[in-house]
């Protein structure tokens, strides 16, 4: 069983930056997909990027185009989350989470989920 720690969230202004990073423990890290959700108060859940396994094929929300990119070292076993002019409205709390090979949208085809970091942008 992969686990997953995530750090790097905390109290930031409006247009200010953070990294996320998420560390996974076991092997062949580089076979899987990593993604950041993330789910603000009375809110689903909601995907803000994803990364596949092999050729690194990255997906984005809307929301966060432009603004937020995920990387990862697989070296490290880290996935991150650089996340630029950030707005009141991306106010959460990120988790990461991984699947196998192909990322997907869709946060019930992820198997393994970290506990989640909190994010707060104030106005």
């Known amino acids: 069983q992969v686990q997953l720690v995530e750090s790097g969230g905390g109290l930031v202004q409006a247009g200010g930056s953070l990294r996320l990073s998420c560390v996974a423990s076991?092997?062949?890290?580089?076979?899987?997909?990593m993604a950041w959700f993330r789910q603000a108060p009375g809110k689903e859940r909601e995907i803000v990027a994803a990364?596949?396994?092999?050729?690194?094929?990255?997906y984005y929300a809307d929301s966060v185009k432009g603004r937020f990119t995920i990387s990862r070292d697989n070296a490290q076993n880290t996935v991150y989350l650089q996340m630029n002019s950030l707005k009141p409205e991306d106010t959460a709390v990120y988790y990461c989470?991984?699947?196998?090979?192909?990322?997907?949208?869709?946060?019930?085809?992820?198997?393994?989920w970290g506990r989640g970091t909190q994010v707060t942008v104030s106005s």
């Open positions: 990364i596949g396994a092999s050729d690194s094929t990255t």
């Open positions: 076991g092997r062949f890290f580089s076979n899987y997909a």
């Open positions: 989470a991984l699947r196998w090979r192909v990322i997907s949208r869709k946060a019930e085809e992820y198997n393994n």
